[in-house]
DNA sequence: TTGCGCACTGCCAGCGCTGTCAAATATGGC
DNA sequence: GCCATATTTGACAGCGCTGGCAGTGCGCAA
């Protein structure tokens, strides 16, 4: 197919007057070579701008220098930054990242990634929400032996290696800023139950509820699809109550600007009337008007932490937790009298 | 690495009680193969949950089954849509696609390129913009003689495969909207130079403004960079304008979604005193208020199109057109007198 | 001087498949 | 019933590398 094709490993050794074998040494950087003749192997591949086979190295040797992202998330901003943040990590430690989408509620699921280590012999894994709750296939994991790391887990928090923020902290957060701002009718649109955060986020709202000694009033949860849609449908929903919220907390962006685009449908004034918070500091958390005020979820952190976990095997602790961050902005303010 | 390693195409043919190139064949779907053996080694094939190492068909084979998808944009919601709508079509036609995010403007973008071939035996290459401008890479590819298809490309149109929709003619359309409802001082906020596209969405302007007899006004074009903070900073400056235009065209929704802010923060109604417009119809389009007036860009299906050029060898006619549609939403509303 | 350890290098098998070609078996025509 | 031809199957090389192991040459202690 090609009309000029790839140098080989064979041709390098050649030209550069030493087996191939040693060559293959230079590649791999690993030790009994000497100065001499690592300069003048490391030469030649520059000159012929040779790199080795994936295929072969694969095939030849135990590892495939190759680790799968696994997502299932429909929010392009978040795919995105996971994407971004394992993928520069894996390049940096000369690891190739496939990034795989998958369907986590599947009957298959599990066969489908066996099929894809299977076929690609998969180095490790790296699992993002809601896959990291498939139960089934985290044993199926373990009882192969292949390596892994969550993003974010919600179920089995202290098993294995995992790289996530503390959603129930940061919701207790932008819940005392909504307390602190005088609003005492709060309500929550909570996400999808597939994913473990959603309930987190929830429970870190309850909790500072109670600590504020304010009642947990279950009219003013509802559940909406993590998407602008059923979040605007929530809104409405909440805005006909009887005794209606001042304060809105979405369990994400995605569903606080859907709130927000009610409001402005209902002509009532954010932050004026009513306030929304959302959570992830997503772009859209800065596209709509008024920007929203929400949690900052470091995502292409998380991704980039989880890489490094399953790569740089010196991994002391297999848990690490990063920052999140209260974003104010003008989606919140004094609850009206 | 694996406590439980992956069955090979030898035990297989063990079990089946044939020689393992008949599996082969069975798994390659080539003819010459009886039923009755055929539907044998399927069954062994299915029990064993068996697939064939990518590696080793990559190596012994002269095809390797993947496809690299270059891409260099910013915008997830775009990234995003090409990614899954390349990836559903090459996975439905047994081809694995590889995503590779790249520097399109690095000096060593034609070496890096090369080097991936290289190194995964790539059997074609999805170039989306603005990668799809690097004249450098295309030489190269077509002396090497590997195949690739282009998404939405801006020079070089009459050659090789690509898919793209008609920016000119969409532009003139939502440009054609803006005039019919009254609006005569329209403006552009124009983006990126590197993409090719804006230059043909300010071409479309152009055009249909003269179409009308309306003259162009080039101090009402202002150049921002595909973002939500230059599309404000642009329609800052448009609004500081002494004859203030009472139409923004943005040659995108991020920066359209920008504009709107600087509205809304100026207290300019939208549409009452100032219409905007974006293009691509993102979500971005539908989660601001009021939802945006903008171009439908298909730009999944674009990318299922590509992916359907480069693999499904019988394609008649190397380049592909799809339908834009005009979303008319509340963004846009009759010039204010 | 001999022997031994160590740093370096090369040889070869083999990873799990596909391509090629030859062999075995089935099919058809007369 | 026999040969020519088509269909089905198998044997084997080899894709481009890594892993294991067997050298080779050199310095240094005895």
């Known amino acids: 197919m090609h009309v000029s094709s790839r140098p080989t490993i064979k041709e390098v050794s050649k030209i550069a007057g030493v087996s191939f074998k040693t060559v293959s040494r230079v590649l791999n950087n690993e030790k009994h070579v ?3 003749t690592r300069r003048r192997v490391e030469e030649v591949v520059a000159r012929l701008n040779f790199r080795p086979s994936h295929a072969a190295r694969t095939l030849a040797g135990r590892k495939s220098f190759q680790v799968g992202l696994l997502y299932d998330n429909p929010s392009p901003y978040y795919i995105y930054h996971v994407q971004t943040g394992a993928q520069q990590r894996c390049t940096e430690l000369g690891y190739r990242l496939l990034l795989q989408p998958i369907d986590s509620q599947s009957p298959d699921l599990v066969s489908n990634v066996l099929a894809l280590i299977d076929e690609t012999h998969l180095d490790g894994l790296i699992l993002s929400p809601p896959v990291t709750e498939a139960t089934a296939l985290l044993d199926e994991l373990d009882r192969r032996g292949l390596p892994y790391v969550r993003i974010a887990p919600g179920t089995r928090k202290d098993a294995g290696l995992s790289a996530s923020m503390d959603d129930v902290v940061a919701a207790r957060e932008l819940t005392a800023h909504l307390i602190g701002l005088g609003h005492r009718r709060i309500a929550m649109i909570r996400g999808l139950e597939s994913h473990a955060s959603s309930a987190d986020r929830l429970a870190g709202y309850r909790a500072e509820l109670e600590a504020h000694g304010i009642a ?3 009219a003013l949860v509802v559940a909406a699809e993590n998407d602008f849609a059923s979040g605007a449908a929530a ?3 909440l805005l006909a109550l009887k005794d209606r919220p001042t304060a809105i907390f979405a369990g994400n962006d995605d569903m606080a600007a859907g709130a927000l685009a009610t409001a402005h449908e209902s002509d ?3 932050p004026g009337q009513l306030s ?4 992830d500091d997503s772009d859209l958390a800065r596209a709509v008007w008024p920007p929203l005020t929400t949690i900052r979820q470091p995502v292409h952190e998380l991704a980039s932490a989880a890489a490094e976990l399953i790569l740089g095997g010196a991994a002391p602790q297999p848990r690490v937790t990063l920052e999140h961050k209260l974003m104010v902005r ?4 004094p609850a009206p009298r």
């Open 268 to 270: 009532i004034d954010v």
């Open 34 to 36: 000497s100065e001499e």
């Open 235 to 237: 809104a409405r929903e």
């Open 216 to 218: 947990f009033d279950p």
């Open 330 to 333: 003008a989606s919140t303010g």
């Open 276 to 279: 929304i918070a959302g959570f």
